[in-house]
């Protein structure tokens, strides 16, 4: 196994210790990025977890990549039933992102939800849903970075002619450019649990 390369500046000195959970955490929530809900059927039961670390990969072949905490719940079942979708949340959404995003509850309890042609949970009146099946899982750190096959994809990105928005996690809030925003309820606010499942 490659040895990492030995980190020094331009002195020759090394530089402070790499960042501590807490501070890498807030150095982070620099980057704005989407929500998402990933799902699965395992054993005909749905399963699902708010996961804000998603990614297109390629195009030929169609891949994408999202990032699941070993220790959730969810994931491993998704890993098991080897197709999953991941439903990219609108900004009106915040109700179905505090429930997958909760360690608490039966998260498809009075929700309603469909399977699609794929064999996966679709949520209601996400801007996007992507159905895929499990290509390949690297271990990476407390996460597995899991790559996904593409085999269809269903858009919703209008209502009714009107263009809808998606939903932005930046600096533990909702939204952009809102400095007064509310701070996201737990745990969202810890900003640690996503992909916890």
Request: hydrophobic residues 40%; contains cysteine.
């Amino acid at each position: 196994m490659p040895t990492e390369p030995a980190l020094t500046d331009e002195s020759g000195a090394s530089p402070r210790e790499a960042p501590d959970p807490v501070e890498f955490r807030k150095a982070m929530a620099e980057f704005a990025t989407g929500v998402t809900v990933v799902t699965a059927l395992d054993g005909g039961e749905p399963v699902g977890f708010a996961c804000q670390s998603f990614a297109s990969v390629s195009l030929e072949p169609p891949l994408i990549l999202f990032c699941a905490d070993r220790r959730g719940r969810s994931w491993p079942r998704i890993r098991a039933a080897g197709r999953f979708a991941v439903n990219v949340l609108a900004e009106e959404q915040r109700d179905l992102c505090e429930r997958f995003g909760s360690t608490r509850g039966e998260k498809f309890d009075g929700l309603e939800w469909k399977t699609s042609p794929w064999g996966t949970p679709t949520l209601p009146d996400v801007l996007l849903a992507v159905h895929a099946v499990v290509h390949d899982v690297h271990h990476a750190g407390d996460h597995d970075v899991v790559i996904g096959r593409v085999v269809g994809v269903e858009r919703h990105d209008t209502r009714d002619g009107v263009w809808r928005h998606p939903m932005v996690f930046f600096r533990s809030r909702f939204g952009v450019g809102e400095p007064d925003a509310p701070i996201a309820p737990d745990p969202w606010g810890i900003g640690d649990r996503w992909g916890w499942g």
